[in-house]
């Protein structure tokens, strides 16, 4: 199954969060649902600045208690060159979820319907 360790900071970049999560989309939501849960309200973690895919639970671990330790200047070291402006890539990863649901093509046959006989 695979893993996303990720970097959430906040709109004035004062925090990098490091966290460790099966599911990207649904960990984001949870933290726009409690904006205040970690934070105070000025400091609420909503932009999602880094992340890395790995397939294995053991390595996605070893990489979190890893990344978990760089000090904030290694943590900006690792997120500049994959994103240097430091956009929320949070759109980006909801437009992907979304085209990878395949979209009902006609709309569903009513079950309830009888058939017309002549």
Request: overall charge positive.
């Given at each position: 199954?695979k893993?996303?360790?990720?970097?959430?900071?906040?709109?004035?970049?004062?925090?990098?969060?490091?966290?460790?999560?099966?599911?990207?989309?649904?960990?984001?939501?949870?933290?726009?649902?409690?904006?205040?849960?970690?934070?105070?309200s000025a400091?609420?973690?909503?932009?999602?600045?880094?992340?890395?895919?790995?397939?294995?639970?053991?390595?996605?671990?070893?990489?979190?208690?890893?990344?978990?330790?760089?000090?904030?200047?290694?943590?900006?070291?690792?997120?500049?060159?994959?994103?240097?402006?430091?956009?929320?890539?949070?759109?980006?990863?909801?437009?992907?979820?979304?085209?990878?649901?395949?979209?009902q093509?006609?709309?569903?046959?009513?079950?309830?319907?009888?058939?017309?006989?002549?």
């Open positions: 199954m893993r996303f360790v990720y970097i959430i900071t906040d709109r004035n970049r004062k925090n990098l969060h490091v966290g460790l999560c099966s599911d990207l989309v649904k960990t984001l939501q949870f933290y726009s649902d409690m904006p205040t849960l970690f934070f105070d400091q609420q973690l909503n932009r999602l600045v880094y992340f890395e895919e790995i397939n294995t639970e053991e390595q996605a671990m070893e990489r979190f208690k890893v990344v978990s330790t760089y000090t904030r200047p290694q943590k900006e070291k690792m997120i500049r060159p994959v994103n240097p402006d430091w956009i929320d890539l949070t759109i980006g990863l909801k437009f992907e979820n979304g085209l990878r649901v395949r979209p093509l006609r709309p569903s046959v009513n079950v309830n319907r009888r058939a017309v006989t002549f």
